[in-house]
C-alpha cells in the first residue's frame, strides 16, 4: 500500500500533536491496514515503531537461549525469569502497537495508549518481583518477606491508574499530566529497583561487588539517562522539525530502555544461573499463578474503567 501524503501538525487532532514536531504525521480514519503497513514507509512514527520491535525479537532470541539451559515447565525460579521475559516483550510489544495504530483516531491514540501504559505497569512490577526472588540480598529478602512481590503490584496498579487518568484528562502538553508522570513513574520504578539498590549497597561496603552487580548499576541508571531524553524533549525542543522522522529524543529513550532492559534480562539470567537464590536459602514460595490472577485482573478494571472514560468523552465531544 503507497503511504498517502503525510500532514503537517496543523492537519491533525489537538490530542495526537507531537511538541516540536512539526511534520511526518499520517492521515486519519483510513483502513487499519493501512497504518500495519505504514511501518514500512517514513513518518514521524517509523523509529518509534522499530526501536521496539528490533528488541522485541531479540527478546525472543534470548528466551530461546535460556530455555535451553532452565526448565521454565517445572523450576518456579526459572518460571520467573520466563515472567520476566515475557513482560519485556510485552512492554515493547504494546508500546510499538501503540506507536503504530494510534494515529487512526482519537478513540484509537486513548486505547493504544492506555495499552501502552498497562505495559510498563505490568513490567514494573514482575520485574521488581524478579529482582527480589532472584537478585536480592537474604537481609532484605528476611526484611520484606513475604508482602514485597504484592506491594509492586500496588504501586504498578497506581501508576496504570494515575496515567491513563493524565491521558484521558489532559491534554499532552499540560504541565498537570507531566507531573502525574513523572511522579507516579518515579514512584513505581524506585520501589521496584529497592532490591537491587540494597544489594548494589551491601556489595560496595563489603567490598564484594562483581560484573553481575555492575550489570544491575548500569540498567539502573539507564533508565533514568532515557527518560531525560523523553521528558526534556532534547533534540527536538532546540530543531523544531528538524527531527520529525529520525534524531527525536522519544527515539533517544526509547533506544536506551531497550538497553536497560536487556541487561537487565541477561543480570537476571546469571543470577539465576548461579543459582543466588538458593544459595541465600531462599525459598521460591511465591505462587505465580495467583501472583499473576491478581495483577490481570486489577489491570482489566483498571483498563475498563479509564477506556470507556475516554470514549464517553469523545461521544459527549462530538
Not at 562483581?210 to 544491575?216: E, F, I, K, L, R
Request: glycine residues 4%; contains cysteine; proline residues 4%.
Amino acid at each position: 500500500m503507497v503511504m498517502k501524503r503525510s500532514l503537517s501538525v496543523d492537519e491533525v487532532p489537538d490530542v495526537q500533536k507531537d511538541p516540536h514536531v512539526l511534520t511526518g504525521y499520517r492521515p486519519p480514519k483510513q483502513p487499519w491496514r493501512f497504518y500495519l503497513m505504514s511501518i514500512f514507509s517514513a513518518h514521524n512514527e517509523t523509529v518509534n515503531v522499530w526501536t521496539h520491535l528490533i528488541p522485541c525479537i531479540y527478546v525472543l532470541f534470548l528466551m530461546k537461549t535460556y530455555s535451553d539451559e532452565l526448565d521454565f515447565a517445572s523450576d518456579a525460579s526459572s518460571r520467573l525469569l520466563l515472567l520476566l521475559g515475557t513482560s519485556n516483550f510485552t512492554v515493547q510489544f504494546l508500546s510499538a502497537c501503540a506507536h503504530l495504530l494510534h494515529s487512526r483516531s482519537v478513540a484509537a491514540y486513548y486505547v493504544t495508549f492506555t495499552l501502552d501504559f498497562l505495559g510498563i505497569a505490568f513490567y514494573s512490577a514482575t520485574t521488581g518481583t524478579a529482582q527480589y526472588l532472584l537478585s536480592s540480598e537474604a537481609s532484605f529478602f528476611r526484611a520484606m518477606h513475604p508482602w514485597f512481590p504484592w506491594s509492586c503490584v500496588l504501586f504498578s496498579c497506581c501508576y496504570f491508574a494515575a496515567n491513563a487518568h493524565a491521558h484521558v484528562t489532559y491534554r499532552g502538553c499540560d504541565p498537570e499530566r507531566s507531573m502525574i508522570q513523572v511522579v507516579s513513574f518515579s514512584t513505581m520504578y524506585l520501589w521496584s529497583i529497592l532490591p537491587l539498590m540494597h544489594r548494589i549497597y551491601s556489595d560496595i561496603f563489603n567490598g564484594s561487588v562483581d560484573d553481575v552487580t555492575w550489570m544491575h548499576v548500569r540498567h539502573i541508571l539507564l533508565v533514568p539517562i532515557g527518560s531525560f531524553f523523553h521528558v526534556s524533549e532534547i533534540p527536538q525542543s532546540f530543531f523544531p522539525g528538524m527531527c520529525d522522522v529520525i534524531g527525536h529524543g522519544h527515539q533517544i529513550f526509547h533506544v536506551i530502555i531497550s538497553m536497560s532492559f536487556m541487561i537487565q534480562l541477561e543480570a537476571s539470567f546469571i543470577d539465576l544461573q548461579n543459582r543466588r537464590h538458593l544459595d541465600l536459602g531462599r525459598p521460591i514460595d511465591l505462587s505465580i499463578t495467583t501472583y499473576l490472577v491478581v495483577l490481570f485482573t486489577s489491570y482489566g478494571y483498571i483498563t475498563s474503567v479509564f477506556v470507556r472514560k475516554a470514549l464517553s468523552k469523545l461521544k459527549a465531544n462530538t
